[in-house]
């Protein structure tokens, strides 16, 4: 069903029913807004100025999204029609919304509203990532301008759906994995964000420009400011100085020396900065995460003189390999195990602590 009518008065119509519309930055993906946005309910009139909204998953409406991330594919195209074709197999036209994203590649979004409400999950992948996600409660979608009226009025008529027929697109989602990724828990998040993200990556968003470098920092200046520029990114620590008190969401120079990547983005969008939400920061930067390495045995490794090989880390890891446990040998008639972890425990108040000192004073002189 599509209305005639101005992109403003389309917003109207559908905040009056229940969808929520959030302010998203000119030029960015994320929303210009305080933190708590999510509770506050927009108005049209607050949108007046945003050429893209951001339209709320989950919510009153229990919208659900299938995101078609065709950059990570090899066949982008392919994926594209293939993804049609499999939500034609379970969808008549008025029970879903189709939305072309803003990629270059030209990403699709299929938007639905659920007799339930459903949570986010990534169902298929390939070597590159993902390309097929579930986006529901507690995220948004970013409707752009040139496809948000079209939008707009047809999720003023959009039908709501069985949640079970959605469970069933998602099983099918699933069959399209070409290559499930193992998750390297062993990365370290924050490096890798520092590593693989450029500050004009972080700066050039929120209007800032690369005024001039010398041989130490890069300089940066922020939109509306008349000093020469606002702060600087040195060329050894690879951190920012901010020298514009008028940020009030960055820290002064004179009160934290530098900032880290990291820190800078989410103080620029609104994210805690005590609790940096990194593992996200990751995935919406779509990094690449080194695989983990498996571990190859060789015969080397299982060595004879009754101590562990160097990649088992707990005795129970070396009896699910098929070996038997090393003999037990310690310290204190065998009281501190020297090649596995002891546990030491007793009520509260007998002296526990007391106990462990005189232990390790005996150790200390070489006594036992």
């Known amino acids: 069903m599509v209305h005639h009518g101005s992109t403003d008065s389309l917003r ?17 993906k994320r929303p210009d807004a305080p933190p708590g946005y999510k509770k506050t309910t927009y108005q049209a009139s607050d949108l007046k100025n945003y050429r893209r909204v951001g339209l709320e998953q989950g919510g009153e409406h229990k919208l659900w999204t ?24 379970h969808f008549n036209e008025g029970e879903f919304i189709e939305k072309n994203t803003a990629s270059a590649q030209k990403g699709l979004h299929f938007i639905f509203k659920s007799s339930e409400l459903l949570g986010t999950s990534k169902f298929a ?39 079970e027929r959605i469970k069933s697109l998602m ?32 700066l050039s968003p929120h209007g800032y420009t690369h005024v001039k470098e010398d041989s130490k920092f890069h300089y940066w ?14 060329k050894e620590s690879d951190r920012y100085f901010n020298w514009s008190t008028s940020v009030g969401e960055l820290p002064h ?13 989410c103080a620029l969008n609104h994210l805690d900065v005590e609790r940096i939400p990194i593992r996200k920061m990751v995935e919406d930067f779509n990094l690449i995460i ?3 390495k498996p571990i190859k045995l060789k015969a080397k490794d299982f060595i004879k003189d009754g101590s562990l090989p160097p990649f088992i880390k707990t005795l129970g890891e070396y009896v699910e390999i098929g070996k038997e446990l090393p003999p037990i040998k310690g310290y204190f ?30 150790a200390q002189r070489y006594t036992s």
Request: glycine letters at 6%.
């Open 12 to 28: 109207d119509v559908v905040i009056q029913m229940g969808y929520k519309l959030w302010p998203i930055k000119n030029g960015g």
């Open 66 to 89: 299938l995101d078609v991330d065709v950059k990570n594919h090899h066949d982008p195209q392919s994926l594209r029609e293939e993804a049609r074709a499999l939500v034609y197999d």
């Open 125 to 163: 992948h390939t070597n590159k990532g993902v390309i097929l996600e579930g986006m529901g409660e507690g995220y948004y979608i970013v409707i752009y301008e040139e496809d948000q009226s079209r939008v707009l009025a047809e999720l003023a008529g959009l039908k709501e759906v069985d949640s």
């Open 171 to 202: 099983d099918d989602c699933i069959l399209r994995d070409e290559k499930p990724r193992e998750y390297n828990y062993e990365v370290n998040h924050f490096e890798l964000f520092n590593n693989q993200v450029s500050w004009d990556q972080i």
């Open 221 to 234: 200046k922020r939109p509306g400011t008349k000093q020469p520029f606002s702060g600087k990114v040195s």
């Open 253 to 265: 120079a004179s009160s934290r020396k530098s900032l880290d990547k990291a820190f800078v983005y």
């Open 290 to 292: 080194p695989e983990k």
């Open 333 to 362: 008639d065998r009281w501190i195990s020297s090649n596995a972890v002891t546990m030491f425990f007793a009520p509260t108040g007998v002296g526990k602590s007391i106990a462990m000192m005189y232990i390790s004073e005996l």
